[in-house]
């Protein structure tokens, strides 16, 4: 039992765990942003598109009387909206992340080289190798 603990405290203990705790914390917060944006500013636009119709109340009831069972497909519309747009968001921050890690990625210009008859290394600048004191042409 001491072992197993001792495994799950380490586990635990990791970075990543605590990362993805993050991760999951921030995406519960972004995934109401997101439904709000849908809910409160896009659904109202594609209503004042399409004339006033609204697209959450879209349903097709499965029996008579109130307390019948009904499909609710505007429902799930607003669902797939809410999906594309976080894919889409998302995709926008890995494309910007991705840009900014390229750019550092980058390799600085060399300040060095090799000379071409001894193949110690001297200064990109040099006209004359320092150790053979060979006149360089490139």
Do not use: Q, W
């Not at 009387?65 to 926008?92: H, K, P, R, T």
């Amino acid at each position: 039992m001491k072992s197993f603990a001792k495994e799950f405290k380490e586990f635990i203990s990791r970075g990543n765990v605590m990362d993805m705790a993050v991760g999951v914390i921030i995406g519960g917060a972004f995934t109401a942003i997101v439904n709000s944006l849908v809910n409160d500013i896009v659904m109202p636009l594609l209503s004042l598109i399409t004339g006033g119709f609204d697209f959450t109340e879209l349903c097709i009831k499965l029996g008579e009387g109130e307390e019948a069972a009904s499909l609710n497909y505007g429902a799930f519309i607003s669902a797939i909206i809410n999906f594309i747009l976080i894919a889409l968001v998302i995709f926008c921050i890995i494309k910007s992340i991705n840009k900014v890690a390229k750019k550092k990625e980058e390799p600085a210009a060399p300040t060095t080289k090799e000379c071409p008859y001894c193949h110690e290394t001297i200064s990109i600048k040099a006209t004359k190798c320092p150790h053979c004191v060979s006149e360089l042409t490139e």
